[in-house]
């Protein structure tokens, strides 16, 4: 890189909710589709909410000018972003453009139908699935990205762009209908290329640092197994690394266990690497020197409060693994969980007196990973205060009647794989409609 380099902060988040406290993003839209507000009124109402955001952020106490903001605000979907930016319009959207072209590619439109939407990972959150064939067009295309980072910047903030990673969007994208038996995956070449286009923009721009999201390799469900998108990622960020004019790069690998690929990735001369601790594990015997290591030790899918003991330690365990320097994050992002216990009702006869401060919602959760980046920069013995009165949060939690079951505790202790067992499904399916003589059930299932 030309640029001198930024050390990564030391406590960040992989992203904040985005929808707003008050929900401002879902009224504006629902009002810009209603056709009460014009497409500037709607980017307006979504610039204020991203003050908001970046404002409290920094209340919350991350820093407003070392890239520890993931900036990853959207309209309506992260991945539909990532389509716009590489202009992978499937051809029958052709001849819209700018937000009806984009609303039309989320929702359809009174001629075409939405792209199709599915499981975000093992989340409750759906993305918009991207329809990739031998010609859809794959380049820089879309500079949205750079903009917000501009703009943020003019508010007095140096945020960290957050993009969905290269490997990951074309493994979960699907073929184009036209071409039905084709993999997305062998147009990887093409769409580096405008990653690294869109990255050679951004340091342009004066953008130290950029937050690439690789979940797939986290996850066994895609048609790819992680160690074949493992081996393709080193390939990718060895390509993206040797760029000469680019931020410095987070890879992120939220929602599983990528510990079999930290070692390789860390070789490819990305500055820093996201390992999931929550749903993953610490990477053991990997060279990390080179690499600073950003641990997710708080869980962005959890609503209840931290065990900052057990998250110290896994710091302190990341720590012996001689990294070149350990910061710590969420798990991954904050935008499955509401915005802040606050803004929540507590004075309902039926709730338990104590439970506001047995959750944790995303503003809890920032300063729970701030906390923990004080005990990296200061010594632990600086949160001992923090850490026993979460200690002592949980063990009021676990003692209250109710929430341990030591019967039904039991009872699953006792389960076998006999219990688990299941005859195939085509038996089930003919043993029961002998027997119950239902009718069909039309359903929709998360």
């Not at 080179?290 to 030790?297: E, I, M, N, Q």
């Not at 969980?337 to 039926?350: F, N, S």
Request: hydrophobic share 45%; charged share 25%.
């Amino acid at each position: 890189m030309s640029a001198a380099t930024a050390q990564f902060p030391t406590a960040t988040i992989l992203a904040y909710p985005r929808i707003g406290r008050e929900r401002q993003l879902k009224r504006a839209l629902e009002a810009r589709w209603a056709g009460r507000i014009t497409d500037a009124e709607l980017l307006d109402a979504a610039d204020e909410l991203r003050k908001e955001n970046l404002s409290r952020l920094v209340a919350l106490g991350l820093d407003a000018s070392d890239a520890s903001l993931a900036d990853a605000p959207s309209l309506y979907d992260h991945v539909l972003d990532a389509t716009v930016l590489l202009g992978a319009v499937p051809p029958r959207f052709a001849g819209r453009e700018g937000l009806d072209l984009y609303f039309a590619l989320a929702r359809g439109d009174d001629k075409v139908g939405p792209e199709e939407m599915t499981k975000w990972f093992d989340t409750n959150y759906h993305y918009l699935v991207p329809e990739i064939g031998p010609d859809t067009p794959l380049r820089f295309a879309d500079d949205t990205v750079v903009r917000r980072f501009t703009d943020a910047r003019e508010w007095g903030y140096v945020t960290r762009p957050v993009l969905v990673g290269p490997v990951t969007y074309l493994a979960l994208a699907k073929a184009d209908p036209a071409t039905p038996d084709f993999d997305p995956l062998t147009r990887i070449d093409e769409a580096v290329a405008a990653y690294a286009e869109a990255l050679a923009s951004l340091r342009a721009a004066g953008a130290p640092w950029v937050q690439l999201d690789e979940p797939a390799l986290t996850s066994d469900n895609l048609s790819h197994s992680r160690a074949e998108l493992g081996e393709l990622a080193v390939r990718v960020y060895e390509r993206l690394a040797a760029a000469t004019e680019r931020p410095q790069i987070l890879l992120t690998t939220p929602y599983g266990d990528a510990s079999h690929a930290v070692g390789a990735l860390a070789k490819t001369g990305v500055e820093a690497l996201h390992v999931d601790t929550l749903r993953g594990s610490l990477p053991k015997g990997a060279d990390l020197s080179g690499v600073t290591l950003v641990v997710g030790a708080i869980d962005g899918r959890y609503v209840w409060r931290a065990d900052l003991a057990q998250a110290r330690e896994t710091l302190k365990a990341a720590q012996a693994l001689s990294a070149g320097r350990v910061t710590v994050a969420t798990s991954n992002s904050l935008q499955h969980v509401p915005h802040d216990t606050a803004l929540e009702t507590w004075d309902d006869a039926t709730l338990n007196e104590n439970l506001h401060a047995w959750l944790a919602f995303a503003d809890q959760k920032v300063v729970e990973v701030v906390t923990l980046a004080r005990g990296l920069d200061e010594g632990w013995e600086a949160i001992d205060d923090e850490v026993a009165e979460a200690s002592r949060v949980l063990a009021q939690r676990a003692a209250t009647p109710g929430v341990v079951r030591p019967e039904v505790r039991a009872r699953t202790a006792a389960l076998t794989d006999a219990d688990r067992a299941r005859e195939p499904y085509l038996e089930r399916e003919a043993a029961q409609t002998e027997r119950l003589h239902l009718p069909p059930l039309p359903t929709t299932t998360i």
